[in-house]
Each structure stands twice: as C-alpha cells, then as structure tokens.
C-alpha cells in the first residue's frame, strides 16, 4: 500500500499517522504539502488531525481550498481510498466529500479521552477488520467534533448503512450518557455514498501501539494495508 | 507619553528606584530618552535581572556529569544517552493570568515551547503547576476555567501533549494565582543552539510574528504587586496565536537542520529589548537595529513600542553571512515573516535607528552587568510549635476522614482540567495524566522520559527550607515511582514582595533547602524562573517553590505505574511511619487547622528508599508502585485502587500510634508498593539488607477497601467521592 499523508501548515497527527501506516504497511506514507497541487501515485489518501489553517474560523474552511484538496477531491470521486481524522473529518465535510457539520463540543470544551464505539459497519475497506457491533475504545481529541446533519441527511445515511462508529457504553449501548460532544444520534464516523471516504472524530493512531495502552485503532490500518497490497 | 514629564518621575513609573534612575544616568553618561529609559526599566526589572534572587540562586547545585547546559540560557540542556538530549524548563505567567485568565495562561504556555525550540529541541510534552484561590472566592471558578482553557488551547493547537501537573487552592492565592508551565523537548546533542552572538558584520533576523501594541512593558507589570484596580493592567496582556508559533517552530526546526544559525533567542519578556541585549552582551559585541525593518502590525508605532512590545510568537537570531536567502525560503514557506532588521557591530553598543535617526544608543555592558542585585535583608520564618500525632484528635470515624479527604479540592481528581489539554498528541504518551510522573516516549526508541512536578505550598509556609527540600524530594519520588531514573529539575519560585524581610526569609529558605535536596539526591538545577512580587494588598501568596524534574527510563517496558493490577497481591509500605500530622491535609481538611511543623525531610533516607524501590522496579519485582504524599497512606492506597479497580484489605500495625496519624500522616522518604506474594518474603529480605525500613500491611482484594477493624468501603462510593467534586464546582452557577 503506497499512501500518501496531507500536510496542511497546522497538521498535528500526520507524523502519528505516519508511524501508524508504516508500521501496519511496513512502508513509509508519502507526505504531501498542502501547497501542491499534484499527488504521487496514492493507494490511500489520509487527511490527518490537527488545525489545518489555524482554525480560527470555521475548523476546516481555509484547508478545503488549498490547492492539494482539489486534486484530493477528485482521487476521491474517483474511488480511491480516503481516511480522514479529527480535523481530517472536517476538511472532508468543507471540502464536500462527506455530508453534515462538525459544530462546537455541547459542553462547548475541547475533550481528550477514551471513549467506546459500536462498530456499524464492517463492510468497508477501512472496518472489515472488526466483528459486527464490536465495541472498540480509541481516544478523541477536538473541540468541534458535534456532529450535526438535516433529517434527510441523517435518514440517507441510516438507510445507506452509512454510519460507521457510534459513541456508546463499554457494553455497546447508544444513549445519551455515551454520547461525548452531542452529536446528532452517537454519530462518530461515516462514510460516503460510494463507501471510499471514511471521516471519523475519534483517533485510531492513537491507540494503535500496546505503549498507548490499546491497540484498537490498528485494524484499520491493518486492513487497509492488507486489502491495498 | 506626556514628553513634558520629568524623567525620574517616568523611571519611577517604569519601576525604577531613584537610585537605579541615578545608575541609568551614569551607564549613559547623559539623561536618557524615553525608549532607552524604557529599556533600562525592563532590562533591569525583577522579572528580567532577578536582581532580588539572583545572589541566593548561584548556590544552587547546577552541575552534573549528564548535564550539557545549565541556567542561563533559554532553557536547561540534560544528555539521556544516544546523542540525544532532553530540552527543559518551567516558567511563571502569573500576573497575567490573573489579570486574563485565557490569554495569560495560553501565552505562558506559548512562551515556554518557544524558550525550548529556541535551543533546537522539538517539544515532546507540556506540564503545569497551578494555584487558585480558595473555591469559594467569588473569581476562582471564572480563573481556572480560563487558565484551563487557555492552557489547552494553546498547547492542543501546537500539537505538544499537555501530558500532567499538579493544582491546588488555597486562600493565599485569592489574588494572585500562579500559573507555571513547563516544557520538555529533545534534541540531538551534538545540535544545541544558544544564544551568544557572534560575528561582527552578520546580519540579524527577525521571524514569526508581526510587532503589535501588546503586552507593552509586560516584565515591568510581572514586578509590582496588585492593588484594586489590577483590572486596568489588562492592556499590558499579550495574545497568543498558537497556530503561527507552530509555524514557527516548524521553521526554525527546519533552519536549524541546516549550518544557518549562529544565534538564537526568542523575544519572550521584554520583547526584542531583551533578546537583542542578551545575544548581544553573551556574544560580547554591539549590536544596531534599524526599526523601520521590524514587522510591525500597525502604522505609527513608536521606538518605544516596539521595543517593549511583548508580541507573541517571535525570534531573533544572527544567520551566518549568505545564509540569509536559504533562510528566507524557508520561512516563506511555512508562511512567517522574516526581516533583516540589523547587523553585529564591533562597537560595543546597542544602537536603535529609525527614519534615518538613531533614536537609542547604550553600551551593552553596563545595561547588563551594572544591573542592580540586592541583598535584601531577610529574617527567618519562625519555627512552628511541635505537633506530636499524639496530641491531634482522631476523627469522629476513620471512613468519614477518608471520603473528606479523597473528595478535598487538593486530591479530587482533576480529569476535568487535563481531559481539556491533548495528552495524546504525538503518540508517544506512556504514561496519562494521573500518576505519579508522565512518561512520554522519546520517539523511535524504546527509552521514555518522566516527567513531574511538586510543591507543597502548606509545607514551605509553615518552614520555608523544609518546603524547599521536600519539593524536590517529592517530585524525585514521582519519577522514581514510575520506574525512571532522575536526572535534573527546573524550578520556578513564586514569591510575594522580596522587599518585604519576612519574604525575602522564605524566598532564602526556600532556596537554601532545595539546594540541600538537590545535593543530597544527584539532581542539579539546570534552568528556571523567578516570579517575586505575588501579592494584593499586601497579602502574599504561600512560599511556592515549584518544582519541574525529568527522569529517564531506560526501557519503556520497565515502566511502573499505581493502578493495582492483580487481586491476591501483598501490600508493602517501603519508607518510615512516624505519624507526622502538622500541616497535613488530615489537619487542614478534617479539623480545619492549619498549624505544625511540616514533616521532616531526612535526605538520607530519601535516596536510600528511593533507590531501592527504583531497582525492585528495575528487577520486575513491583507491580505497581505509589509515592506516599497529600492525604498520607490512606489516599495513596486508594488511589492505587482506583486506578486498578481492585480493592485491598489493610491492618494497622498494633503499635502504631494512634491509627489516623499512621493512616494519614505525611511522613516523607515513603512508597506504596504492590508484589506478587510470592516474592514478599524475597523484597522484605532484600529491604532488610539494604537498610530500607518495609512492612507488609495488607493484601489487594474485591472491590472493596477495608481498614480491618474499622471499616469497609466500597471502591464505588471511593470513586464518586474522588470524581464528584471538581466537575460539580464547575458547573455550579
């Protein structure tokens, strides 16, 4: 699997990425300047966590028109694999890969922790490595990650199984009290139409080494990596 | 400025002492204008001279055979093996903070990584030592939800893990808050970049951030206690812009790979006053600056302004001759400004041009080397009546005492500040906030660095020199708890007004016992902070000697942590119980008095029993291991629980007088650990020999705590007790 890592001026996981996918790929990511405007030969593109332009505005608005992201745009249409994380998942949303809005935390503060996901869909490129309804737990780290959508939207992306991860309780229920930054029903990662672009909050980077005290983040690396070569 | 003010009263404005002004005279050899005035006051303020301290802080123990680079430049340099070096120091943002919560403490936290990037390290993880107010004062909430988030914020954005610290309250600090933070970085050793200037000709650049109106004589602010109307001071606030320092440090890493750099110094208090004069005098050569080449974010601005402007974000360097287009190129890219805004000079002078004009000349030597020092007078903190346990009540029942304790403001755990900092970022955290020390990986090895830091503010009001020892002493047992070997700290001394003789004692106290236990314990000072002048209305903060200390792990998988991680094992108390009560927690907490000695801190057994649990940790014979401080044996027991979500049963020794004072007194030199019980009989024996007092006290078990005899408690209501607290104060109305 040759992928290729965006970085944007603000990007923070794309090293963590980067370790991530070399360790599962044993092949180093190509990592891609946010300034050009061509991208090498990419098995899987990664849109990593951080703060693209600073994000004083809207998280994600000034990256999606960084001359990278046209051609990231269009890979994307074109079927190739895109994994995007945290601010990642933002930059998919503006740059209209993905649908919905990621809106400031309910409790209005950034949040760092554990928290357990329902695995919804396995039938992805990015989730085979998971059993059906599997609860995993993989740290998330934003202040905008409340996911909000139209009901149409929300209807569409139920309907489609679009809906990848759920917050939920160690034990898999989703209500409320699982429920970290008040998104609109324990959304946490969705893919698109086509099932090539997964945009997700929560950081499998991070805990994908046993040092990090889990390693239930790495089978989607792992698949990745086996099922791109 | 009204030009028709006369200048010594303007001096005295600017802080200066009739008889400093008189030294500024002299230094000139004329009157000075107002930007060289306004120089002077900065360069020769507390915050930037430490003209009250600095006497006391030369005998500090600052040499070691791992050390590269003690005080004096931005930051401490540590050799930790392979080439490698770790990059440290802990600095104050206090008044600041105070003044503007989210601001002061973000530009804290921006301030110390730059101190750190400067000497070539990438920042690998972010610490912070707090003090509020006491909860029920009308602003503490409105301070730590702004100190936390402005921590946060700045930090999460830099992509630094915010990996741990300490916070406590206490009315002391109703006024004055302290924010302390601390960076640690790691480098190659051999690629240290310092800040003397070198090279007669070589040009001098200015990177990062454009000079704004802000911050404006902020070091002059830091030396002055508050009074009511500390409000008005919030102009002389800066504003940080993490997402251009990560910019920045990105680009100056990226420079620093290359031979461009002779010298570098960020512009931190005292802004491009201070990194100029200090390049310039440590080099020992003059130094020109044309002002209309300095990057400046509005029109008009003053020599004066942007002299003393304390604009975030920005560095000073001296390039080698040539370098400057590659230099150029590189800050382009990463989309910084970058101006040449002077050159080295052999003349020995600090001279500011602007519009064609010299608008500033002063000899550099005497701005540096005829800055004021004093030996302040100073009178010892009396000696607190002894307070045998004997003669301090026993609580209505011990279970009570414990669920206060464990609920206090000073032990509730704090998941709600440091679940607002990233802790993760970088992928390198081994250890999360809530142990003893952190423990980030140092990237691509196997090794990891430990990090803490400790102060008990309690213990240094009541015995200055005590407080100093046992905070050093604390924070070596942190990260000897976890496995690492300690290697160096850094401190940061908040004080109240040193003019003041009773503070000036605690400030020599405080000092004088952290040099004991630096000594004692191999663990040499190798940089650090002075922040005097912690008062309002003539009340002063505690005597707080933070301290920041860094240790190594050898070997990741040798690390240790406090959750207990199996039922069945043997407790095992490493470390002397005599029962201490005076100024403990138990005392504060539970009786509401705050009087006694604090413990007595005998360095000798420190190192003994710290070196001994270090190798049992090294031998794989602990399983989990706790440093016994806050709230005693008891709270350090149920910490371990909770973080293992197993409980334990424990007897109190039948000679132990009485039961509180050996559950909840603070005696120091002493660990918590747990052994699979098999290899009891083995560590006991292995103590006995090394001259380590150790006693077995009960076993992990269930999910319950049991003192036997006195009562059982479910690990449940221990937690909602440990939990409750701090979110609820923050979302009170």
Known sequence: MQASVIVFPGSNCDRDVKVALAESAGREPTMVWHGDSELPKSDLIVLPGGFAYGDYLRCGAIAAHSPIMREVVRKAEGGTPVLAICNGFQVAIESGLLPGALISNANLKYICKDVHLRVENVHTCFTAGYDEDEVIRIPIAHHDGNYVADDDTVAELEDENRIVFRYSGPDGTVDDEANPNGSRGNIAGIVNKAGNVLGMMPHPERLSDPVHGGTDGRPIFDTLAGSLG | ?733
């Open chain 2, 1 to 733: 400025m009204n030009e028709t003010k006369d200048l010594s009263d303007l001096a005295a404005e600017f802080g200066l002492t009739a008889k400093e002004f008189d030294r500024v005279v002299s230094a000139l050899g004329r009157q000075p204008n107002l930007t060289e005035l306004g120089i002077f006051s900065v360069m020769w303020s507390e915050h930037c001279s430490y003209k009250s301290s600095k006497k006391w802080l030369k005998t500090l123990p600052t040499k070691a055979d791992w050390v590269i680079c003690g005080p004096g430049e931005n930051a401490g340099v540590i050799d930790i093996g392979d080439g490698q070096a770790a990059v440290f120091k802990m600095e104050s943002h206090n008044h600041p903070s105070f003044i503007e919560p989210y601001q002061g403490a973000a530009t804290g936290v921006g301030g110390i990584m730059r101190d750190v990037f400067t000497m070539g390290a990438r920042p690998v993880a972010n610490m912070n030592a707090l003090r509020f107010g006491d909860p029920d004062h009308p602003k503490t909430r409105h301070l730590i939800a702004g100190v936390v988030a402005g921590i946060g914020g700045y930090g999460n954005c830099m992509g630094v893990p915010t990996v741990g610290g300490e916070t406590n309250f206490h009315r002391a600090y109703n006024g004055n808050i302290l924010v302390n933070a601390m960076t640690v970085g790691v480098a190659d050793a051999d690629r240290i970049f310092y800040s003397a200037a070198a090279g007669i000709g070589n040009p001098v650049v200015y990177v990062g951030s454009k000079t704004g109106r802000d911050g404006i004589h902020g070091a002059t602010m830091a030396s002055a206690e508050f009074d009511d109307d500390s409000d008005a001071k919030r102009p002389t606030v800066q504003v940080g812009d993490p997402f251009t320092e990560k910019l920045l440090l990105e680009a100056c890493l990226e420079l620093m790979a290359t031979d461009a750099i002779v010298a570098i110094q960020d512009m931190g208090a005292a802004g491009l006053t201070c990194s100029s004069v200090e390049m310039a005098d440590k080099g020992g050569v003059g130094l020109e600056l044309d002002l209309d080449q300095v990057p400046v974010r509005e029109t008009g601005m003053t020599p004066y302004e942007i002299m003393l402007s304390e604009s975030q974000e920005r560095m000073l360097m001296v390039l080698e001759p040539g370098k400057e287009d590659m230099a150029r190129a590189i800050f382009e890219k990463w989309g910084v400004d970058f101006a040449i805004v002077g050159r080295l000079t052999d003349t020995g002078r600090f001279v500011l041009r602007k519009d064609g004009e010299v608008v500033g000349d002063i000899p550099v030597r005497p701005l540096v080397d005829d800055a004021p020092e004093y030996d302040r007078p100073w009178t010892a903190t009396e000696p607190a009546a002894p307070l045998p346990a004997g003669d301090v009540p026993a609580p209505n029942d011990l279970q009570s005492a414990l669920e206060t304790l464990i609920a206090c403001p000073d032990i509730a755990r704090k998941s709600w500040i440091w679940e607002q900092y990233d802790h993760m970022v970088m992928a390198d955290t081994a250890q999360r906030p809530g142990g003893d020390a952190a423990v980030v990986r140092v990237h691509g090895t196997q090794k990891a660095l430990a990090v803490s830091t400790d102060c008990t503010p309690r213990y240094g009001a009541a015995d200055p020199t005590r407080g100093g020892a046992q905070a050093v002493a604390e924070c070596w047992r942190n990260l000897t708890a976890v496995g690492a070997r300690p290697l160096a700290v850094t401190d940061c001394l908040n004080f109240g007004n040193p003019e003041r003789p009773e503070i000036m004692g605690q400030l020599v106290g405080a000092i004088q016992g952290m040099g004991d236990a630096c000594r004692a314990l191999d663990f040499p000072v190798v940089s650090g902070n002075v922040s005097l002048y912690n008062e309002t209305n003539g009340e002063a903060i505690q005597p707080t000697p933070a301290i920041g200390g860094v240790g190594l792990l050898d070997d990741l998988d040798l690390m240790c942590t406090t959750a207990i991680k199996a039922p069945g094992e043997t407790l095992i108390l490493v470390g002397d119980t005599a029962g201490h009560l005076g100024q403990s927690l138990y005392l504060r907490e539970v009786l509401s008095r705050e009087d006694g000695p604090p413990p007595p801190v005998d360095l000798a057994a420190e190192r003994r029993n710290g070196d001994f649990v270090r190798s049992l940790i090294r031998d794989r014979r602990v399983t989990a291991c706790h440093d016994i401080a806050d709230g005693g044996l008891l709270i350090a027991l149920a910490e371990m629980c909770l973080a293992g979500e197993i409980g334990a049963e424990i007897e109190v020794p039948g000679d132990a007088a009485p039961a509180h004072g050996w559950l909840f007194g603070e005696d120091q030199a002493r660990y918590l650990i747990s052994v699979a019980s098999e290899n009891a009989a083995a560590v006991l024996e292995k103590a006995a020999k090394a001259g380590v007092p150790a006693m077995v006290i009960g076993e992990t078990r269930g999910g319950d705590l049991t003192v036997r005899g006195h009562f059982t408690i479910s690990l449940g209501k221990i937690r909602d007790a440990n939990e409750h607290w701090l979110p609820a104060y923050m979302s009170a109305p």
